[in-house]
């Protein structure tokens, strides 16, 4: 089974908890998001491999080390996701990004595909699936299907906020992927909302409520 890595830095732990609070606006939410967005990827990318490269410092000549290895895919899922693209690519501007569209039908909870575009090269890069919930996991491992359809052999999902049932419904489906989420919350409420959670995350973004 995959892990579960809880990226509770104190800094990350801060600004959800402003996050989560219903006052806080869009603008200051869209912010933050990328900001956890970026201090997630600095730990997802920490066993990134080095190689040796020479170069000259203005002082003398000397083995340095650069990231070597696989190139990058970030792959948000549209909505919400596209909220952490910002934050991840500050990172690695280098990666290429596709994107994957899924909404949840509010009757069954279930998720309905409506766009899929991703790099042609895709199933050569580590690909880092985002998506600030993971509420029933319906999305997610929908997400991962289609990745994984599309070749992908090397991915990480990266939520915000996760609910048990859904890292269970993730590692059972895809026990090879690693997920990196912010909070591990209570559990999912009548409507497959996250509790607490933060609310509809699309909509804290986009200003739809
Ligand atoms: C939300 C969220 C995830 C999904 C999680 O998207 O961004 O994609 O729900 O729920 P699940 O784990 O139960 O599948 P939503 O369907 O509301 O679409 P949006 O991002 O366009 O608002
Ligand atoms: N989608 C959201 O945006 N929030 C939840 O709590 C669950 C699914």
Redesign the pocket.
């Known amino acids: 089974m995959s892990t579960l890595h809880v990226v509770d830095h104190p800094l990350i732990v801060h600004k959800l908890s402003i996050m989560r609070n219903k006052r806080t606006g869009s603008k200051d939410f869209r912010e933050l998001l990328n900001e956890i967005a970026m201090l997630m990827g600095y730990e997802l990318t920490r066993d990134l491999p080095l190689e040796d490269v020479e170069i000259e410092t203005p002082i003398k000549k000397m083995t340095a080390k650069r990231v070597s290895g696989k190139k990058l895919a970030i792959v948000p899922?549209?909505?919400?996701?596209l909220g952490m693209v910002d934050g991840l690519q500050s990172l690695v501007p280098v990666a290429k990004v596709g994107h994957i569209g899924?909404?949840?039908d509010p009757e069954t909870?279930l998720?309905v595909e409506y766009y899929c575009k991703l790099p042609l090269d895709i199933e050569d890069r580590i690909t880092i699936l985002v998506?600030?919930?993971?509420?029933?996991?319906?999305?997610?491992v929908d997400a991962l299907t289609m990745l994984k359809n599309k070749g992908c052999k090397h991915i990480r999902f990266m939520c915000l906020v996760a609910?048990p049932e859904?890292v269970a419904k993730v590692q059972a489906a895809h026990p090879d992927v690693e997920i990196y989420t912010a909070a591990l919350d209570e559990c999912l409420n009548e409507h497959?909302y996250i509790v607490p959670g933060l609310g509809?995350?699309?909509?804290r973004i986009f200003g739809t409520m």
């Open positions: 899922i549209l909505r919400a996701g899924l909404y949840r909870h998720p998506d600030p919930m993971l509420a029933t996991g319906g999305s997610a609910a859904g497959a509809d995350a699309g909509d």
